[in-house]
């Protein structure tokens, strides 16, 4: 009989803080610039250099403890972490170590549960090493990435299955996003996750030994990655072998974790009080200036969208996904107050279209224009039909609605006399369907009704049109 294991997953992740210099020097925190020209002799670690800190950088970490409902420590400590690797000149990276800024809290899962967390420390990014195509042996090395701030939220080994480590990186991602903690760029870097996975017997309270996936650069790789270390360890103790505490990489274009490294314990780090930083120390009325400063978060939006706008909860959870696509809605539906027509227009055609252009940006149109075009076909202009062709020029070509209707021709046919003519077309051409909607088959009407929709490039008008054809299909029955 083969023992059944439960998976045990504990999640460490990197946030950079979006503020507008880095942590221990006025160097700006940008992506994307040439190579090491965002630095001085702070960052580089020159000797004789003394850090200051980045007071944003502090109040962007307990922003992001307030929202997770850690303890915010009144005092905590900034340690160094030593260690030698080149994208590292100072030879140790300045963290928190046994005291750090936030303790506990937790990360909901969006279903009722919630993943709790053991601690979100301080600390700054090191640079980055890159190997360039037809370089030989050649590592070159980025120092911009030095000193950016970072905050590291560690989770409990709470964690049992890769899916809910997705929703976990989902739920955690847009709660660090609106608060605009991190702008949650996973391309760039900006939210960076490694796994700890290990297994345990189902029904056993002590934890296995865990290893530590990195190079997790998705969420997708995330799950992937998990999912095939569950496998590997399985694999590795159903074959009677033990699990040894390591450091993989994630491969993610052959799927299979990599060893790296034996896996470094603390002591290796020779942690100890950072001397050129004194104890960080917050006094109540700066947290209550924290805790006043915090944007609405989530759950609170989504309640808020279904109170106030009358929204189903899944358009709501759909709708406040994103802090921006909920600033969206809210713009438009300003400009045009009838929420329920706005919210319908952005679950479907509008997510359509996203869709279709692969990615989960906006697309490139202004809530302004989007309720002008509403406005147009609330007013009679288009119709809906009409008035999604104009929304996919008005993506494509960045012109706004009144224009676009014109140039594409699409003013809504409400002339009954120019309408009848369509009517009696698609009739004439159809009588097996005209016969059975006769018959009591009502469903035809539908199929019909497009028909005449084609004919009018979508421009007729439904609230004529819809009367319209079963009177004239009901003038036929005699
Ligand atoms: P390390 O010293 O290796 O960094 P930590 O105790 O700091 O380990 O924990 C790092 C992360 O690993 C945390 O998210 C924690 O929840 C997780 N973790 C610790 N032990 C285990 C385990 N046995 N299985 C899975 N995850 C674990
Ligand atoms: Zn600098
Ligand atoms: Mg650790």
New binding site residues.
Partial sequence: MTARYEP?????VHAQLMTRTKIFCGCENRFGAPPNTLVCPVCLGMPGVLPVLNERAVELAIRAGNALGCDIRARSIFARKNYFYPDLPKGYQISQFDRPICEGGHVPLGDGRSIEL?RIHLEEDAGKSFHPEGGGEQSLVDLNRCGVPLIEI????AIFSAEDAYSYLVNLKRILEYTEVCDGNMEQGSLRCDA???LRPVGKKT????T?LKNLNSFRATRLGIEAEIARQEKVLAGGGTIRQETLQWDAERGVPVAMRS?EE?HDYRYFPEPDLPPLLLSQQKLQAVRDSMPELPAAKRERFQTEYGLREYDAGVLTDSAQFARFFETVVKHFPHADRVANFLMGPYLRLQKEQEGDDLLPVTPEALAELLALEKGGTVSPAAGRQVFEAMVRTGKGPADLVKELGLEQISDDGALQTVVDEVLAANPEQVAEFLGGKEKVLGFLMGQVMKATRGKGNPKVLTPMLRSSIEAKRG
């Fill in positions: 045990v997953i504990g999640l460490e053991t560690v989770s409990e080994p700890n996975v290990s934890l296995g030994t865990k530590e896996k603390a």
